[in-house]
């Protein structure tokens, strides 16, 4: 089965209702006004991350998702329901960006994480709320807002306690198989594995009540140049970045000597992320069944040990070093947790709320003319937002909306940008023909 880990999708909000322009008709009120209701709402878009999902596989055969519209409005001052918002499930450990700005829309790491990804449009406004003094039976009533539409590439870094890091063949993919109940393929060559495999390993009893459990990766073997994308090197790597703790395993029957394999990995991991480098690991030399692997055990631990790096030697096949690997693993994770929550608790509220996915602010006023063939686009959420809720049918809201734009200096913009009748000026996906009729 293949792994899908990237997904790229298209979503829509739901437009906002449109606002009534009812006027009031009863039986002896012969000047009843203007009482159209508020458009509902559009949906939104969310992404949350669901501990029950491990792949996008969903996403990349259904690309395309849309939140209702709200509804419009209606005479006695009647509001349109809201539209319903949509919910996407993704798995913990997905990264969200736009696909066309690169921007980082979410990284959703923990269960029942929401961020909103696209958001619903505004309802319009009925005639009641335009109505004056010199003005009191106003025909005007906005459209709906325009739901957020945008392109998304979602990519899936594997969340796991321990990564399990090494030259292909090292082992990687017997010792997971040992320690918990994944099944990997297995065979004696390199790149049997060509996706991470997740499995939980658990120490103790669970029936006594002192087990202890950990989620461990199976990364697919690395080679020299991964880090530049030789092979499937970023495939590979960037599942190692969630990672709190490398086994860094090692061939103890390779050709190559152990702690130059140890290093030349490290190096890859160094380029590709110089925090990696740091990230704490224990050496694993393993085939310790083979005398060739014994001959070379007491240098290498020797060396390890010089270096700062504890170190372990096992053999998968026969179970010797397993027990004494896993109860080190959990000896390590259980003080990592600890720090991170001692670290945790020292931080100030308002530092720890920041942690959390937020939606990038915008300001809402500022705006940008370019020229493009034909005339000029205008880029600005409110701009935007205004022309497109403006009913072009409507006398009354297309001379609110110039005064408007007016006022915003962006008439004045754009003659001063070169703009000439006839022009076409685009505002988001609406065009405006640029003449003495239109402003």
């Known amino acids: 089965m293949q792994f899908y880990d990237r997904a790229k999708i298209i979503v ?80 913990a450990g997905t990264v969200a960006r736009d696909a066309e700005t690169g921007e980082t829309l979410a990284d959703l790491t923990e269960p029942g994480q929401r961020v909103m990804v696209a958001r619903g449009g505004r309802g319009g406004l009925g005639n009641v709320h335009f109505a004056t003094a010199t003005n009191q039976a106003p025909r005007e009533a906005q459209l709906g807002e325009p739901g957020e539409e945008r392109e998304i590439e979602l990519e899936l870094k594997l969340i796991a306690d321990v990564g399990l890091v090494g030259y292909p063949n090292a082992g990687k993919s017997t010792l997971l198989s040992v320690i918990t109940a994944a099944r990997p393929k297995i065979a004696e060559y390199p790149f049997t594995t060509l996706t991470p495999n997740l499995g939980v390993a658990i120490i103790g009893d669970p029936a006594r009540g002192d087990d202890y459990s950990f989620v461990v990766a199976d990364i697919p073997g690395l080679i020299e140049g991964a880090a530049e994308g030789v092979g499937l090197g970023y495939e590979f790597l960037r599942h190692v970045e969630r990672c709190r703790l490398l086994l860094h395993l090692i061939d103890g029957i390779s050709e190559k000597d152990p702690w130059e394999e140890f290093e030349a990995i490290n190096r890859e991991l160094e380029e590709y992320d110089h925090s990696l480098a740091g990230r704490p690991q224990i050496i694993v030399l393993t085939k310790m069944d083979l ?25 998968a096949a026969t ?112 065009e405006l023909l640029w003449g003495e009729e239109m402003f």
């Open 12 to 91: 829509r909000a739901g437009r906002g209702g449109n606002g009534s322009s009812h006027m009031r008709r009863e039986k002896y009120v012969p000047f009843g006004g203007p009482d159209g209701g508020d458009g509902g709402r559009g949906g939104s878009v969310y992404l949350e991350a669901d501990s029950g999902m491990n792949t996008l596989v969903d996403y990349h055969y259904n690309p395309r998702y849309k939140a209702t519209s709200g509804g419009s409005g209606g005479r006695q001052e009647m509001h349109g329901a809201a539209g319903d918002d949509l919910i996407l499930k993704v798995p």
């Open 291 to 315: 005398a060739e692997a014994r001959d070379r055990w007491p240098a290498l631990k020797r060396r390890a040990e010089e270096e700062g790096y504890p170190a372990v030697a096992i053999s």
């Open 319 to 430: 179970n010797e070093g397993v027990q004494e690997l896993l109860n080190l693993t959990s000896q390590r994770l259980i003080e990592m947790r600890r720090d991170e929550a001692e670290a945790l608790a020292r931080q100030p509220m308002a530092a720890v709320a920041a942690t959390g996915p937020t939606l990038r602010p915008q300001p809402e006023d500022t705006y940008t003319i370019e020229r493009m063939p034909g005339g000029f686009r205008v880029r600005g959420k409110r701009i935007e937002r205004l022309v497109a809720m403006t009913n072009p049918a409507s006398v009354e809201g297309m001379e609110r909306m110039e005064a408007q734009l007016r006022k915003l200096g962006v008439l004045q913009a754009l003659e001063d940008a070169g703009v000439q009748p006839g022009d076409t000026v685009a505002f988001g996906k609406v």
